[in-house]
């Protein structure tokens, strides 16, 4: 029988090999232990169980199976069963990227006793598709918004004559929002005081659109109003927003990962943006040094809008993925409130 303890995993060699033809149970039961999970993205490198099995060796003993005509196995099924084991796990090791389709719970603060929680659908990815993953920043950012909505200013209409506020519910709106975690969590966290409306690219846009049926019920309890829609911001909204259709919170989580997107991003936050007094934007990106420059670039042009930082801070988070080696991936993230300057 093979089994690893909590201290000591097992090395390859312990697993059955492909030279003892052994049965196709135990391949299968060898292949489970294989397993890479994809790690909580709150859950330090020290709180992770490390793998079962040591790493050395497992892409060439993976690749010894999938090479293997299994020809002692007695059944085409029990072979087919075996390869696609075997490979899953290999391609676990390619990265996320080559990973199949996932649904994953995500535990959602809510300040009272009970958490929410949220199931989000991430389809396969391909390299252009970043929205098809849900990334670090916007798990941090969702676990921080019911204290944000608690130190903001109430996030509603300041007084009966502005002009920007018509009905009494609050008007939010996310950019970039990938699976949905940040939006579907706003969403939740403010009930039937607040809309919110969750955008991408198209190509996003029906995952995110399953991801919000797929919460439904939550969404019901809480009397939630969720829409999705497309919303490039590459694209100057033409004729501009009007006063009514302008919304009072921004949501964006990771939205900074190409030259262009800091002035597409303040672009489509001055469009969107409510003039009004207690209008914010809620922001949170990953400090990544190659990105360093357009986290800078987007203080710059918020500035240029007349949106300064009203509350920040820097938190660490990790990578959702566990490596080969078992190790967590630490990420600098900060969060901000943003407001209009002159009104802070
Ligand atoms: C790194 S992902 C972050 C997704 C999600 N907010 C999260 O944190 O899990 C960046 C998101 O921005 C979206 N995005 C990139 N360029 C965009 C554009 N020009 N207009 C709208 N969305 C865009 C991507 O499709 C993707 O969903």
């Known amino acids: ?99 199949p389709a996932m649904s994953r719970v995500f535990d959602v603060p809510t300040g009272s006793v009970e958490d929410y929680t949220l199931t989000l659908h991430e389809p396969s990815l391909t390299a252009d598709n970043l929205g098809m993953k849900t990334w670090v920043s916007s798990y941090l950012l969702s676990r921080r918004l019911h204290n944000l909505l608690d130190s903001a200013p109430k996030l509603v209409p300041s007084a009966p004559t502005d002009i920007s506020i018509t009905s009494n519910k609050l008007r939010a709106l996310e950019l970039g929002s990938g699976t949905g975690l940040v939006g579907l969590a706003f969403a939740a966290l403010r009930g039937k005081s607040a809309t919110i409306h969750l955008t991408d690219l198209p190509e996003i846009v029906p995952n995110l659109a399953h991801n919000a049926a797929l919460n439904i019920e939550l969404m019901n309890r809480t009397e939630a109003t969720v829409t999705t829609g497309v919303l490039d911001w590459s694209e100057v909204p033409e004729p501009q927003p009007t006063a009514e259709e302008r919304f009072d919170v921004i949501l964006a989580a990771d939205p900074l990962y190409s030259p262009k997107h800091p002035g597409w991003l303040a672009q489509t936050i001055g469009a969107w943006l409510s003039r009004g007094l207690d209008a914010r934007v809620l922001t949170e990106m990953p400090l990544r040094d190659a990105y360093l420059p357009q986290v800078q670039e987007l203080r710059d042009r918020m500035a240029q809008l007349g949106l300064g930082v009203i509350e920040e801070g820097e938190e660490v988070g990790y990578d959702d993925w566990q490596g080969a080696d078992g190790d967590a991936l630490a990420v600098k993230c900060w969060w901000a409130v943003w407001g209009w300057s002159e009104k802070v």
């Open 1 to 99: 029988m093979i089994s690893a303890t909590e201290d000591e995993p097992l090395h390859v060699l312990d697993l059955p090999q492909v030279y003892e033809s052994p049965s196709g149970t135990d391949l299968i039961k060898a292949l489970a232990l294989l397993t890479l999970q994809p790690r909580n993205f709150g859950a330090s490198a020290e709180a992770v169980k490390g793998p079962a099995v040591h790493p050395t060796g497992v892409n060439r003993y993976l690749t010894q199976i999938i090479s293997s005509p299994l020809s002692w196995l007695q059944t085409d099924e029990l072979r087919e069963a075996v390869w696609d084991a075997a490979a899953a796990r290999l391609s676990e090791r390619s990265g996320r990227t080559a990973m």
